[in-house]
C-alpha cells in the first residue's frame, strides 16, 4: 500500500502525521510551507479547498483530516488506535475524534486575529475575546471529561481521539493557555510525551507556523 501525506507543520494535517507514525505503518511525507503552495492546481486537485491535509492512499486522494484518521483506523485495526463500528465506545470515540473541529474553528480565527489579518489595526480584540471564551469552554469540556482521573480520553486507553483532540489542544495552547484546567494538563503532557508526537512535530529548519510559543493581541 503506498500512502502520501501531504503536510503543513503544526497545521491540522499534523493529526494524520502523528496517527501514522503511531501505527508504525510507512508512509511519504510531502511538506509545504504554508503559503500559496496550497493554491497550486495539483494540491487543489487533492484538496479543492486548498486546505491540508491531503492524503493520498494507492492512487486515491483525500481530503478531511476527520475523514483520515477514521478511514486509517480501519485500514489497520491491529493498531488499536480506533474503536470498531458496533464496539462499546464507538460513539465516544467519534464524538471526540470529531470534537477536534469544535476547537480547530476557534484556533482559526484566533490565528487570523492575532496574526493574519493586515492592517493589525482591523483585528478586533472583541473577536479575539469571544474567541478566548469560546475555546475555554471546550477546555472546561475536556477537563470534564478527564476530572474522574483518567489517563486518555478512553477508558480503554490511548486512541485517535486522544491525537485529534490532542493536536488541537497543541494549536490551541499557542493562543489560550491552559493553566486553569489541571486534568487537561496533565493529559494533554502525557499524550504529548509519546515518541510519535514529538516525531510529527517540525525539526529544525523546517519551515513553521508558529516560531513563538505563545501569541496575543497585545504582544503584537
Ligand atoms: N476540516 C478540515 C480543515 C482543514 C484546514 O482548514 N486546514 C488549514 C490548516 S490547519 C489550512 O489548510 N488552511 C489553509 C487556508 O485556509 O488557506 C480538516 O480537518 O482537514
Given at each position: ?86 464496539s ?16 480547530g ?24 475575546k ?35 483532540v ?15 484546567f ?11 510525551a ?15 507556523l ?5 501569541y ?5
Amino acid at each position: 500500500m503506498k500512502i502520501r501525506l501531504h503536510h503543513c507543520h503544526q497545521t491540522r494535517s499534523m493529526r494524520v502525521l502523528w496517527l501514522l507514525n503511531e501505527m508504525g505503518v510507512d508512509f511519504e511525507l510531502a511538506v509545504y510551507p504554508f503559503d500559496g503552495s496550497l493554491r497550486e492546481p495539483d494540491f487543489l486537485a487533492m484538496s479543492p479547498a486548498g486546505r491540508v491535509p491531503a492524503l493520498e492512499i494507492d492512487g486515491q486522494s483525500m481530503f478531511e483530516s476527520g475523514a483520515m484518521l477514521e478511514y486509517l483506523c480501519d485500514l489497520f485495526p491491529e493498531t488499536g488506535m480506533g474503536r470498531a463500528a458496533g464496539s462499546e465506545e464507538r460513539a465516544e470515540w467519534l464524538v471526540w475524534l470529531h470534537f477536534a473541529e469544535t476547537i480547530g474553528q476557534h484556533v482559526a480565527n484566533l490565528n487570523q486575529q492575532i496574526l493574519f489579518i493586515y492592517p493589525p489595526e482591523a483585528r478586533s480584540p472583541v473577536v479575539v475575546k469571544l474567541e478566548g471564551k469560546r475555546a475555554e469552554k471546550c477546555l472546561a469540556a475536556l477537563e470534564d471529561k478527564l476530572a474522574d482521573g483518567r489517563d486518555h480520553l478512553l477508558r480503554s486507553g490511548f486512541s485517535a481521539a486522544d491525537i485529534a483532540v490532542g493536536q488541537s489542544v497543541y494549536m490551541l495552547r499557542h493562543f489560550v493557555r491552559t493553566s486553569d484546567f489541571p486534568h487537561v494538563e496533565v493529559w494533554y503532557h502525557r499524550i504529548t510525551a509519546r515518541p510519535a508526537f514529538q516525531k510529527s512535530l517540525p525539526q529544525d529548519g523546517d519551515p513553521v507556523l508558529w516560531a513563538q510559543q505563545f501569541y496575543s493581541l497585545e504582544a503584537e
